[in-house]
């Protein structure tokens, strides 16, 4: 299954003959690289169909000014996985085991921004997971959120919390 | 996908003038935190003051409520299976096994082979009885985890009452 359809792909980078519907499709990231990729993999990214489908596919050059060269890989990347229908949990295991906490962020901002369905929940699944049982401090600063309650507030909180207190995990130093 | 539509919060533009990490915009904040496996979301309400109205809103509160509720139903149901298994380990209790210990010993064969089978009785005992002991530690696992679920959810629902009075007043 998987098979067939990467050998769909093939064909279809190769059939050049065609350029309305198989021409290469060149992203432009934030930083101004260009990145080549294939009809299909646009189609992943709603935002740039959208764009190619608005300009009967006359345009080709697409700019992600919100997204920079260092992320742009990994979208595409997993957009490649999607397409060829080999997205399981060892891979995704994988994708993210690269990323440290501000990737992991920005790429989900770069899924939200191009419209990638899949990589976003994908995305806020390991955000939620990386986050979960953490202490307060932990997610203030995973989140870069400020403390906006006064110190009574937060006391009256937090004695609130501690009729439960069930211990949370000590906090990875070295992720951020 | 709308983008920053919603606009009941201040975390995004306080926030941006102190941090230097990337932050997330509202809608996307909501989704992460409906996927969080929380064991206690009174932890996140002392993050800040939206995520304090977050942890307070009816829908993240329904679907809280909803995933406790399956997730104490699992905890319960398999302690109900290990307590099954228990049952079921009853027939192999060997309840025969001091039975005929003072037989007669004069054929050294069947002495040889009543002990081979004593001790193949002793040796599947044994397994059961490790078997059992790994069933009572996940047990012991499963109750203490109920416990405290069932102490977040009393907690949760306590204060959750008392700070939202207006919504049970109309009922």
Redesign the interface.
Same mark, same amino acid.
């Given at each position: 299954m998987a098979e067939e359809v990467s050998s769909q792909m093939n064909s279809l980078s190769i059939s050049e003959t065609n350029p309305s519907s198989s021409a290469t499709i060149s992203l432009v990231s934030g930083d101004d690289i260009v990145f080549k990729v294939e009809p299909t993999i646009a189609k992943e990214m709603e935002t740039v169909q959208s764009f190619i489908d608005e300009t009967d596919g006359k345009i080709t050059t697409i700019p992600l000014p919100n997204i920079s060269s260092h992320d742009l890989p990994y979208v595409i990347e997993y957009c490649e996985k999607s397409i060829a229908g080999k997205i399981t949990k060892e891979f995704e295991a994988e994708f993210v085991k690269k990323l440290n906490n501000?990737e992991v962020?920005?790429l &989900?901002?770069a899924a939200?921004y191009l419209?990638i369905k899949k990589l =976003?929940d994908f995305l806020?699944?390991v %955000?939620?997971?990386r %986050?979960?049982?953490k202490? /307060?401090e932990y /997610?203030?600063?995973?989140?870069? %959120?400020?403390?906006? &309650?006064t110190p009574e507030e937060?006391a009256k =909180?937090?004695e609130? =919390?501690a009729?439960?207190f069930?211990g /949370?995990d000590p906090d990875d130093e070295d992720e951020n | 996908?709308a983008?920053m539509t919603r606009n009941r919060l @201040?975390?995004t533009t306080?926030?941006t003038e102190?941090?230097?990490?990337?932050?997330?915009?509202e809608e996307?904040?909501i989704?992460?935190?409906s @996927?969080?496996?929380?064991?206690?979301p009174?932890?996140? @309400?002392?993050? *800040?003051?939206w995520?304090?109205s977050i942890v307070a809103d009816p829908q993240f509160v329904e679907s809280y409520l909803h995933r406790s509720f399956s997730d104490v139903l699992d905890l319960t149901s398999t302690a109900m299976e290990h307590v099954e298994s228990f049952e079921s380990h009853d027939i192999y209790l060997p309840a025969d096994l001091q039975d005929d210990e003072d037989d007669d010993e004069e054929d050294d064969d069947d002495v040889t082979e009543l002990l081979v089978n004593k001790a193949a009785q002793l040796d599947n005992f044994l397994v059961i009885l490790e078997c059992m002991k790994g069933n009572l530690n996940t047990m012991k696992v499963d109750v203490i985890s109920l416990k @405290?679920r069932m102490? *977040?959810l009393e907690?949760?629902l306590k204060?959750y009452l008392k700070s939202a009075p207006s919504l049970f007043s109309s009922v």
């Open positions: 501000e962020k920005e &989900f901002l939200n419209n =976003l806020s699944q %955000i939620a997971d %986050i979960a049982n202490s /307060v /997610v203030r600063r995973y989140f870069g %959120i400020e403390n906006d &309650f937060e =909180l937090r609130e =919390l009729w439960t069930t /949370v | 996908m983008v @201040r975390m306080e926030a102190v941090s230097i990490n990337t932050i997330l915009p996307l904040m989704e992460i935190l @996927r969080i496996e929380l064991s206690n009174l932890e996140l @309400r002392c993050v *800040c003051k995520w304090k @405290r102490k *977040c907690s949760f204060i």
